[in-house]
């Protein structure tokens, strides 16, 4: 009797602690709205801000930071018009995301400078943090454009996606 009650006890504490680190791994999606704003400091160095907000299938809104950006041109293919990119971000709560390895590309002339603004897409994929993000997971899309022109010397993008926060 003793030795079923001591059996009994630990299937019952190990189905439990099971659930408990089966639900610390479990992905909460979020959906990804915000902007980014950036100037241009160099052809490849970007310098802005990023509004950021992820709101989770119910509706709650579950962060919503502005922040600073730092982005860096790794590479770019100039007849492809295709380009890669990491982020720094660090937002007003002390969290951070890094990104690495993001892919942009050309994908036609920007508004109103068609010779020296361009409408780019963005895919971030390859990110970690610190805080919500530090084992966050998915993939944000950046919609919009950069301009080099003159008097016009800024970039602007509209974010989506889903982001999964463990």
Known sequence: MKKNVINISIVIMSIFTMNV??????????????????????????????????????????????????????????????????????????????????QAQITGPGPNYPACSFSVTEIISNFWGTKEFKRASGTITAEGYISFCDGQNGNHFDLSGTV???
Do not use: M, P, Y
Request: aromatic share 4%; with cysteine; proline share 0%.
């Open 21 to 102: 680190f089966a639900s610390n791994d479990q992905c909460k999606e979020n959906t990804v709205t915000g902007t980014v704003d950036t100037v241009n400091v160099s052809q490849t160095l970007q310098v802005g801000t990023i509004h950021l907000q992820l709101t989770s299938e119910n509706g709650k809104v579950v962060f919503e930071e502005d922040g600073g950006l730092i982005g860096r041109i790794t590479s770019q293919n100039i007849e492809t018009g295709e380009s890669t990119l990491n982020h720094h971000i660090i937002f007003a709560d002390g969290s951070r995301i890094e990104t690495t390895g993001d």
């Open 164 to 166: 999964c926060l463990k």
